[in-house]
Nanobody
Framework: QVQLVETGGGLVQAGGSLRLSCAGSGRTFSTYRMGWFRQAPGKEREFVATINWSGGDIYYADSVKGRFTISRDNAKNTMYLQMNSLKPEDTAVYYC?????????????????WGQGTQVTVSS
């Protein structure tokens, strides 16, 4: 496993922006597909976005498409999530994780090494 630490969360007004970072340890970070998930209060954790090792294969949840951008810098062992045009419904704890199995890119069970999460709160 790798150890992952998310940072960058905070309180922002609707329409604002935040950039989340996910810093990973270990030399194998760059070889894995990585993903962002989120969990809102009272709801199950859901898929947000995923990026393969090279950054050339990316998928987004429909709810964030066109507003969020996932990227990674393997030299820094870091993945990012740029979040623009934020909405109150984006309020959640955001987690990053490593895809380790052959399940679909949307399946939480295909990911491990979950970070502790970072809180994003969007006020209306």
């Amino acid at each position: 496993q790798v150890q992952l630490v998310e940072t960058g969360g905070g309180l922002v007004q609707a329409g604002g922006s935040l950039r989340l970072s996910c810093a990973g340890s270990g030399r194998t970070f760059s070889t894995y597909r990585m993903g962002w998930f989120r969990q809102a209060p009272g709801k199950e954790r859901e898929f947000v976005a995923t990026i393969n090792w090279s950054g050339g294969d990316i998928y987004y949840a429909d709810s964030v498409k066109g507003r969020f951008t996932i990227s990674r810098d393997n030299a820094k062992n870091t993945m990012y999530l740029q979040m623009n045009s934020l909405k109150p419904e984006d309020t959640a704890v955001y987690y990053c994780a490593r895809k380790f199995s052959s399940g679909t890119v949307y399946q939480q069970t295909a990911y491990d090494s979950w970070g502790q999460g970072t809180q994003v709160t969007v006020s209306s």
